[in-house]
């Protein structure tokens, strides 16, 4: 693994709390994307309609999203990150828990993921690979078909994959029950009598969004010399996405009037959400053994990450627009991009002594073209970092680092990190962290000027506007800082006696001066340091290998994430997530896998007022090689096997789930 160090180094080793997901265990979930894999591996929260990733208790945003080493860019929530990754991309995944500034700089308030695709190989090979699957009740189908062909030789290797992936939506008729708005007043359609609204609608809402899916990633790796190898990777990503729902909180315009020729609005109206997205990602790098123990790397990426947002108004003639698309009243055109350069220089004088001094520049462009005013704003970010890995004896490794950034917005950040690990036996780890975090404030909260989904005006902190009251007001970085203590080994069993694999961790990680969206003091939303928060938690691994080829295996978390100030329970933060495992190889080509994955109770809302249920789900998945098609692999599985729900936690959850898939490589 590299994540936490960015140098390779085996687990064992590691002072940071840390997960590795495996190919094994990624092919055993039966899952199509990157979001339902890590969702039945646990270790980190994944809800059920996989718009968020979080890592100990923290916001999506508050962690790093990384592809081989390279940051990979989307909207301002991260939403939707790794869904929009297929699995058959994907080698491993290394999740590094706790904050990770030092390397990273700013956003790793809670940590890095990174996602590693499989490497090219010298001589020819070729994949291809199906996933289907369809829910109980002959809804919510998926179909995810890709090829990857790989070649090459001891110079010159290539690989690219492409694929696709279809979903339907996940859905359930619902009723909408219209209310008219003209001024203060609000009554039924049929009460004001003159008007071609009706009282009810009949709606399939979409408990989880349609998407259409395609990608494409090149990867070429050549050796100029022994010393010196380049690399260069592409990837392009097009995401189209659908959602009918009911919008209950907001008045919504129509093209009505009323006798004194005020604009009528509608609640509880019938819309449709359509998302086009579309992400390029760049990279290329050079790396140099410029001696015996020195070794120098030079990277640039470029990542930029387009969406255009639509909301429509689903009867728009019943509400008296000519046409559809005169009903769009949640307009976003957006543009992300990230620009990245990273020299690193690597110093490895022995086995005991590894020094890393690197300078990083990020520079990034945020451009909302729906915005009138201002639409592009720019951010850059300068950092530099040392970082020294010391094995003090040949048991104790020491490793602690520097960094200081500096940025466009007149603030400057120097964050640290040091950690130990100590191997008291074979079979028994100790190890401690500290780590600290930061974030600058995005470049849309300072200047945005525009109206989200639901038809609300949000005005960045810069951003002046008299007529609703608005005075500009300061942001300040998002901080946070990390303790985490650990246990861990592997006890070997004699014989047929079992063999155990743990770790056993606590942590407690400290946010100052969070970020969020909130009601300014007059009719819009702006964006203010509102929270300080405090995280504390317990997590534990096992694994238990039995005689008969059978294993059992559990992940679980506790979480206590409260509001410092308030004292209450931070909000779609589960007090409980955990999976364990039963599995069993009944024969050399067949693997049976049981999950029981689950999560605790979570707030919805700041006052602690509206609760996420708990649940617990139970899934089956089977993997078989026929022993005559050694190159052939067919999976098949039930998701919800119990067909388990709730009207909260488990909304966009379809329900039984059946899947099946085959991969053949030749």
Same mark, same amino acid.
């Given at each position: ?198 009282? %009810?609608? /009949?709606?399939?809402? &979409? $408990? =989880? ?5 395609? #990608? @494409?990633?090149?990867?070429? !790796? ?123 220089? %690597?110093? /490895?004088?022995?086995? &005991? $002594? =590894? ?5 990083? #520049? @990020?520079?990034?462009?945020? !451009? ?299």
């Amino acid at each position: 693994m590299t994540a936490p160090t960015r140098s390779p180094r085996t687990l064992s080793r590691s002072t940071v709390g840390m997960q590795v997901v495996t190919p094994e265990q990624i092919r055993r979930t039966g899952a199509s994307t990157l979001d339902e894999a890590l969702m039945k591996i646990a270790g980190i929260y994944v809800p059920a309609d996989g718009d968020r990733v979080s890592i100990r208790g923290a916001r999506t945003q508050d962690a790093v999203f990384l592809v081989n080493g390279r940051r990979i860019t989307g909207t301002s929530g991260r939403g939707d990150a790794f869904s929009r990754i297929p699995v058959q991309q994907v080698e491993w995944v290394e999740i590094v828990k706790g904050p990770g500034s030092v390397l990273y700089g700013s956003d790793a308030l809670g940590g890095v993921i990174n996602v590693v695709t499989r490497s090219p190989q010298e001589g020819f090979s070729a994949a291809l690979d199906v996933n289907a699957g369809l829910n109980g009740v002959a809804e919510g189908g998926l179909l995810a078909p890709s090829a990857t062909f790989s070649a090459g030789d001891r110079d010159t290797r290539w690989r690219i994959t492409a694929g696709a992936l279809s979903r339907d939506a996940h859905s359930e008729e619902a009723l909408a029950r219209i209310r008219v708005k003209t001024g203060e007043t609000l009554q039924t359609p049929s009460q004001l009598g003159n008007t071609g609204i009706r009282d %009810t609608y /009949s709606l399939e809402e &979409d $408990h =989880r969004a349609s998407a259409d899916q395609h #990608h @494409l990633q090149a990867h070429l !790796e050549h050796w100029v010399s022994d010393r010196v190898r380049v690399g260069l990777e592409a990837g392009l990503l097009g995401d189209d996405r659908e959602r009918r729902f009911i919008q209950t909180d907001l008045p919504v315009p129509t093209a009505e009037t009323d006798e004194e020729g005020r604009l009528r609005s509608t609640l509880n109206t019938p819309v449709r959400q359509v998302e086009d997205s579309r992400r390029r990602d760049l990279s290329a790098r050079v790396d140099w053994m410029a001696g015996e123990a020195l070794e120098l790397s030079y990277r640039v990426d470029r990542s930029r990450f387009r969406m255009d947002r639509h909301v429509y108004v689903v009867p728009w003639q019943d509400m008296g627009f000519a046409r559809q698309s005169d009903s769009d009243f949640g307009t976003r055109r957006v543009t992300f991009t990230d620009e990245t350069h990273d020299l690193m220089a %690597t110093w /490895s004088p022995g086995p &005991d $002594h =590894r020094l890393q001094v690197g300078v990083q #520049h @990020l520079d990034r462009e945020y !451009e909302d073209r729906a915005q009138a005013r201002d639409p592009v704003t720019r951010q850059w970010l300068t950092g530099v970092f040392v970082q020294h890995q010391w094995a003090v004896t040949p048991h104790t490794d020491l490793i602690y680092g520097v960094r200081h950034d500096d940025t466009s917005e007149a603030v400057d950040n120097t964050a640290l990190q040091a950690g130990v690990v100590h191997r008291l036996t074979p079979g028994l780890r100790l190890r401690a962290h500290y780590a600290e975090g930061f974030k600058i404030p995005e470049a849309r909260s300072y200047t945005v000027y525009t109206r989200d989904p639901r038809g609300r005006l949000v005005l960045g902190s810069d951003v002046v506007e008299p007529a609703v009251g608005k005075q500009a007001h300061e942001l300040d970085p998002e901080r946070s800082r990390t303790l985490d203590l650990g246990i861990s080994g592997h006890v070997a069993g004699a014989a047929r006696a079992p063999g155990l694999t743990y770790e056993v961790g606590v942590f407690e990680t400290r946010y100052d001066d969070l970020i969020a969206k909130t009601r300014g003091d007059g009719d819009y939303l702006t964006f203010k340091n509102i929270q300080d928060a405090r995280i504390r938690g317990l997590e534990t691994v096992l694994r238990l290998d039995l005689p008969h080829r059978v294993r059992l295996g559990l992940n679980a978390t506790w979480l206590e994430a409260v509001d410092r100030e308030t004292d209450r329970e931070l909000t779609q933060t589960p007090d409980f997530i955990g999976v364990a495992r039963l599995g069993w190889a009944p024969t050399p080509h067949l693997d049976l896998d049981l999950r029981l994955r689950g999560q605790g109770e979570r707030y919805v809302d700041a006052a602690n007022t509206e609760r996420d249920q708990a649940y617990a789900l139970m899934d089956l998945a089977a993997v078989y090689r026929p022993p005559r098609w050694q190159d052939l692999s067919l999976r098949a599985g039930i998701d919800n096997l119990m067909d388990r729900g709730n009207d909260t936690s488990l909304y966009a959850d379809p329900g039984r789930f059946f899947r099946v898939g085959a991969r053949y490589r030749f």
